[in-house]
């Protein structure tokens, strides 16, 4: 099977821009949870999705959205961007509900670096 | 919500000797634990999961982990690390009632030759 797919794997983008990143799951797979990384802070959750709807949510401002599509597939979107958004953004796709003692698994994540 | 602690940002041990990295979880319910492990420029690949059946759990590269309810731990272990082991390890928790996973702060660690 092919692992959890992240697009672009990097990206740079000024001040103000937003930015949509994309994320494939393993087949099969119909839960897809976003993070975000950054040396300061760690590995920070952002939502989870299952079934095109959203089920969790982090502490996170509202210029950070997503959505996730009938296929599984789901997109991240972050708006008027600031330099604190510079991070590795990570998704994970995993088995969905009742999974929750289920492994995430990681695509190699978009690295989003905003001048 | 439950959370995990994980004890030293930095670890260092030489080549063959024991790799503790350890993990200290919070939950009001019943936990389900992780171990990850990030190599540079990728995501976090599954070490090893505990999800209450036996409490000592066996994971790929010679990795365990011992769950002790007592003292709220999970904490990592390797009886002889290889240079290949040097990565960022993280401990994660999730429970039942909860669909995110939390993940530690992460340790890094160091082999030295």
């Known amino acids: 099977k092919a692992g959890v797919t992240q697009t672009p794997r990097y990206l740079i983008k000024t001040r103000g821009q937003q930015v949509t990143l994309s994320c494939s799951p393993i087949?099969?797979?119909?839960?897809v949870s976003w993070y975000q990384q950054t040396p300061g802070q760690g590995l920070q959750f952002l939502f989870e999705?299952?079934?095109?709807?959203?089920?969790n949510k982090g502490n996170f401002p509202g210029r950070f959205s997503g959505r996730q599509f009938s296929n599984s597939r789901s997109e991240m979107n972050v708006s008027t961007l600031e330099l604190g958004d510079s991070a590795l953004y990570l998704c994970?796709?995993?088995?969905?509900?009742?999974?929750?003692?289920?492994?995430?698994?990681f695509g190699n994540g978009t690295r989003l670096t905003v001048t | 919500a439950q959370s995990v602690t994980q004890l030293g940002s930095h670890v260092s041990v030489s080549e063959g000797a024991l790799v503790l990295l350890r993990c200290n979880y919070s939950?009001?319910?019943?936990?389900?634990l992780f171990w990850y492990v990030q190599y540079p420029n990728q995501g976090l690949q599954l070490l090893l999961k505990?999800?209450?059946?036996?409490?000592l759990v066996k994971g790929i590269n010679g990795f365990e982990a011992e769950f002790k309810k007592s003292e709220t731990s999970f904490h990592l272990t390797k009886p002889s690390a290889h240079m290949s082991d040097a990565a960022e390890y993280f401990c994660?928790?999730?429970?039942?009632?909860?669909?995110?996973?939390?993940f530690g702060a992460g340790t890094r660690l160091t082999v030295k030759p």
């Open positions: 505990y999800t209450s059946a036996a409490t």
């Open positions: 087949s099969g797979h119909r839960s």
């Open positions: 994970a796709s995993s088995l969905g509900e009742g999974s929750y003692n289920s492994p995430l698994h």
């Open positions: 999705y299952f079934s095109e709807t959203q089920r």
């Open positions: 994660a928790v999730s429970t039942y009632n909860n669909n995110d996973m939390r």
């Open positions: 939950s009001s319910v019943p936990p389900y």
